[in-house]
């Protein structure tokens, strides 16, 4: 089952951009300037990835054989998939809040830095849910007929709906958002 492997690898992924946003808070909380070309490189990915490629490919193929094959799951189904469609308007009005705290404006910073925290711990949220409830579900549910066809899904590089490569695409912006965001304190990579 490579589609279990790769949604947690995508999972992983999402996680440590989160958490790179959560830092960048809390640094300038404490004090440091605020880097908003790592701030827009966050937004940027979580657009990117998880909006316009990670959650569709769950929606149309992960949670629809689960729901082929059992209606046990319903409920479950539908409050990620509620949690798929907040997301996105979640980061449009992150995205709008950073212009204005990029440009001064009274009040900005705070809620850009009020609603980062409600969409990370709201993403983490749904995360977890998967990982812990959603996926196990699966596993027991579905056959391997239904896994292969899941697996081809998201071993898929090209998304012709988009005319880009998703993974690339975000690869790219991972790597961006990883060489923009300092080290934690007390570690240096080898060679530094």
């Known amino acids: 089952m490579d589609a279990i492997r790769i949604i947690k690898?995508?999972?992983?992924?999402?996680?440590?951009?989160?958490?790179a946003l959560r830092f960048q808070i809390r640094a300038v909380k404490d004090g440091a300037p605020p880097d908003f070309v790592l701030l827009h490189a966050i937004l940027d990915y979580i657009v990117s990835y998880p909006d316009r490629w990670h959650h569709p490919k769950e929606d149309k193929f992960?949670?629809?054989?689960v729901r082929r094959r059992s209606a046990e799951a319903d409920a479950l189904i539908g409050k990620l998939e509620r949690e798929h469609a907040l997301g996105y308007p979640m980061i449009e009005t992150l995205k709008r809040q950073l212009v204005c705290y990029e440009a001064g404006d009274p009040g900005a910073r705070e809620a850009f830095f009020a609603t980062a925290e409600s969409y990370a711990t709201f993403?983490?949220?749904h995360l977890q849910t998967e990982e812990e409830q959603l996926l196990p579900l699966a596993e027991r549910l579905l056959t391997a007929e239904d896994w292969a066809a899941i697996d081809a899904a998201f071993?898929?590089?090209d998304n012709p709906l988009f005319g880009i490569k998703p993974k690339d695409e975000a690869e790219r912006l991972y790597q961006r958002i990883l060489a923009l965001a300092p080290a934690p304190i007390g570690y240096a990579p080898a060679g530094r």
Do not use: M
């Open 9 to 19: 690898d995508e999972h992983f992924a999402i996680a440590a951009v989160l958490h």
């Open 62 to 65: 992960l949670f629809a054989a």
């Open 123 to 125: 993403e983490y949220a």
């Open 155 to 157: 071993q898929e590089n």
